[in-house]
């Protein structure tokens, strides 16, 4: 990683091209972290975009076994669908057989003479992203050269594992295998899984998730509370927007883990998968900005306190409860928090609401605080899953289940100072269908509150659409609804609780 700021602007918009306004309010600068980073170049509001970026390269993700996709369009195929060029990659026979783009990659791979040749290998999978980086010509490469590069053995593993998966890779060409760790190396630190936004959909949708190598995104340094959110549209362009206002001269943050997560569980992960700690406000609070996402009941019987760490930012630290002051020390605690785990994981595989309401009504309530991050985990599954499964009449207390749940967790989001982020909207979306259900299910007193709590719900529709419609992630549900929904329908839905009002409604 070599490069000056100057130097590196110049690279990143010669990049960008058509994706590139002055008008976006970014800037690069030397970060408190060592690094470079990205600062606001003048005052930036909620959902403004901050810019949009294109990847160097995209590929598959070092995805589960289950999800083959053609490596051109992405759609899910049949393990079986080869393609018929002897590069031993899936290619979807219907439409990307002949593909200009795949060519390329499609000669160099035959070259190699790939050993198996009727099954695709995850392993040449997994470092398909590397190897297209031998095909991008020398600017593309010397700007995904100067990005920061956490080398670690299994970057350097992944490509051993692909290369011996030819008979014929060039093993006398010494710069080739180097360019292929650096590659690895360079994806590891910084690319993004171009997923859908919520996991439910990921896992039904046909989509396989990518990952790719945005250049001006990956200059974003990471805080666990962050002021931007990003989505992908089909073309893998990738939209950067506030979440909060931004100050001039503030850093911009994304982050790299998931908002729900605790502290513990975050800066293991950061350390695992980014190579640092970190010390961010969140972290370094006990109680996670109010939010007590990792706090466990105290163990003494009959203290209703609440266990936190004395020492956040010291993996070792004892924790101590806030009323009676009863201390375990941290591999106690490892141990309780790894049998929570174990134990939401059974009940979530049993892939059920029932299960895992019961399960939240009755027992766990006397083992862990409503907002522990377990909790949280099995409140986001009956959000994403309660009547969108098909798989009961769910009832009206089912429906308030999920709307209470839906309600805590857009609070701990506020508490956290998370703004307008990305698991928000969806949230919006499910209590909207929600309440809907809601109000078929639940009789209104009267038409005018009726129609009142209808503009309500709209507004809420129309919350999450705003956020979500620029994104290839917007659950598919929602969009049809949209198109479905005439655009002024709130404004009529206002007319009509006015008419109620008026006594002129018949
Ligand atoms: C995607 S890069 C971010 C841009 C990078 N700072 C640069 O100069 O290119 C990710 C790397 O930045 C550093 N980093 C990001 N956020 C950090 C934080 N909150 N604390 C410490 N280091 C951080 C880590 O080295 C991490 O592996």
Redo the contacts with the bound molecule.
């Keep these: 990683?070599d490069c000056d700021l100057s130097d590196m602007r110049v690279a990143l918009v010669h990049h960008l091209g058509k994706f590139h306004s002055d008008d976006f309010p970014w800037v690069l600068g030397v970060?408190e972290?060592g690094?470079?980073?990205l600062y606001a170049s003048r005052d930036i509001l909620t959902d403004e975009i901050i810019f949009d970026d294109c990847p160097i390269i995209v590929g598959p993700r070092a995805g589960r076994d289950e999800d083959v996709t053609c490596v051109v369009c992405h759609q899910q195929v049949a393990r079986s669908e080869m393609c018929l060029g002897g590069c031993a990659l899936p290619v979807c026979q219907s439409i990307c057989k002949d593909n200009e783009r795949h060519r390329a990659e499609c000669e160099l791979l035959s070259s190699w003479n790939p050993i198996k040749t009727e099954i695709v290998s995850d392993n040449i999978l997994r470092a398909l992203t590397s190897i297209r980086s031998l095909l991008l010509p020398p600017q593309r490469l010397a700007l995904l050269n100067s990005?920061?590069a956490?080398h670690c053995s299994q970057t350097e593993t992944e490509i051993n594992r692909a290369v011996a998966e030819f008979s014929n890779f060039p093993h006398d060409n010494a710069s080739i295998l180097k360019q292929l760790y650096a590659t690895s190396a360079v994806l590891n630190?910084?690319a993004f899984e171009t997923k859908l936004v919520s996991e439910y959909e990921d896992r039904k949708s046909l989509r396989g998730s990518q990952r790719g190598l945005y250049p001006l995104a990956?200059?974003?340094?990471?805080?666990c509370v962050p002021n931007v959110r990003y989505s992908f549209d089909a073309n893998h362009t990738m939209r950067v927007q506030a979440t909060k206002p931004i100050r001039q001269g503030e850093e911009i943050f994304t982050s790299y883990i998931q908002i729900f997560w605790g502290t513990y569980s975050r800066r293991v992960h950061l350390a695992a998968t980014?190579?640092?700690m970190?010390n961010?406000s969140r972290c370094s609070d006990p109680t996670e900005c109010g939010s007590y996402l990792s706090a466990l009941r105290c163990p003494k019987e009959p203290c209703a306190g609440r266990l936190l760490p004395l020492k956040p930012l010291s993996l070792g630290s004892a924790w101590s409860c806030d009323i009676c002051k009863t201390q375990l020390n941290s591999k106690q605690v490892s141990k309780v928090q790894d049998v929570l785990s174990a134990l939401i994981i059974t009940k979530l595989r049993k892939g059920d609401c029932r299960i895992v309401m019961d399960f939240l009504n009755t027992c766990i309530k006397n083992i862990m605080p409503g907002n522990n991050q377990f909790i949280v985990e099995l409140k986001l599954f009956v959000i994403w899953n309660l009547g969108n499964d098909g798989k009961y009449d769910y009832t009206l207390d089912d429906f308030q289940t999920k709307e209470k749940f839906c309600l805590e967790l857009m609070e701990l989001l506020e508490q956290m100072g998370a703004g307008e982020c990305t698991i928000k909207a969806l949230i919006y979306f499910e209590l909207y269908k929600c309440r809907e259900q809601l109000v078929k299910l639940q009789h209104k007193e009267n038409e005018e509150e009726e129609a009142n709590y209808r503009v309500l719900n709209r507004k809420l529709l129309d919350r999450s659409w705003s956020m979500l419609k620029w994104s290839v992630g917007a659950p598919p549900e929602l969009r049809q609804l949209m198109q479905r929904i005439d655009g002024d329908a709130v404004e009529k839905l206002e007319d009509k609780v006015e008419s109620i009002c008026n006594g002129n409604h018949h």
């Design positions: 990683m970060s972290f690094g470079r980073g990005l920061q956490n630190t910084n990956c200059m974003m340094n990471h805080q980014k190579d640092f970190c961010c």
